[in-house]
């Protein structure tokens, strides 16, 4: 049963901590991105990754880290540098490529105690 | 600066109604155009898509229309149905898979 997965559904951060959000894809899919959404916002891009071991900066990548040492696998953390991280995160793999549609993860919901 | 533009936060429909759903970009390079649905809590699912080579894509009740000129494109869902209400993204790119997204239309289907 192909898919991506994201855990943990909903996460609660307390000031000052660092956080993980854990996004596996098992669609042999190359390319993997991070998006954040907010209240009337489209979805904003916080990092990518077009192969293992590569992944370049999004829009909104400051407060924000990421590492791609499996394919399948495509942690971000939200750290404490992240002063408003209380969104919704979205993460979606593709094959990577011109032209390209994405699939999106269920999304993790950050809230900040 | 945001370069794909949905203008219309919500929109109001009555089943078995056409919807019409608008997208503005200003990027000239772009020349892949996708439509997200997603309902809450949930990630986007992919809906249907366009090449800038058309301008026009049909699949079922979804119907996607590109302007190159006026850079614009519609998706029209004929006809609307209860399980069609949720939020409407609109994308495009121009590079391998940046997407950038417009800031979504609410779509409520009445009955």
């Known amino acids: 049963d192909g898919g991506i997965t994201q855990s943990p559904k909903y996460l609660f951060r307390k000031e000052g901590q660092n956080v993980t959000l854990s996004c596996e894809q098992n669609?042999?899919?190359?390319?993997m991105y991070w998006y954040r959404q907010d209240p009337g916002q489209g979805l904003r891009l916080i990092y990518y990754s077009q192969i293992v071991n590569d992944f370049q900066k999004g829009d909104i990548a400051e407060g924000y880290s990421v590492s791609r040492e499996k394919k399948e696998s495509f942690p971000l953390t939200v750290t404490s540098a992240q002063k408003n991280p209380t969104a919704f995160y979205l993460c979606?793999?593709?094959?990577?490529?011109?032209?390209?549609?994405?699939?999106f993860g269920p999304g993790t919901r950050l809230l900040v105690l | 600066d945001q370069q794909v533009k949905q203008n219309s936060p919500s929109l109001s429909v009555q089943e078995g109604r056409i919807s019409i759903l608008n997208c503005d970009y200003t990027?000239?390079?772009?020349?892949?155009f996708l439509w997200y649905k997603k309902y809450p809590a949930e990630g986007p699912t992919f809906l249907i898509s366009?090449?800038?080579?058309?301008d026009k894509n049909e699949d079922g009740r979804f119907t996607v229309f590109l302007n190159k000129s006026a850079k614009h494109l519609s998706l029209h869902i004929v006809p609307s149905q209860p399980g069609d209400s949720a939020v409407y993204f609109c994308a495009a790119t121009d590079s391998w898979g940046k997407l950038q997204f417009g800031a979504g239309t609410q779509v409520v289907v009445t009955p």
């Open positions: 979606a793999s593709s094959w990577g490529g011109n032209e390209e549609t994405q699939y």
């Open positions: 366009i090449s800038s080579i058309k």
């Open positions: 990027n000239s390079m772009f020349d892949y």
């Open positions: 669609l042999n899919h190359d390319a």
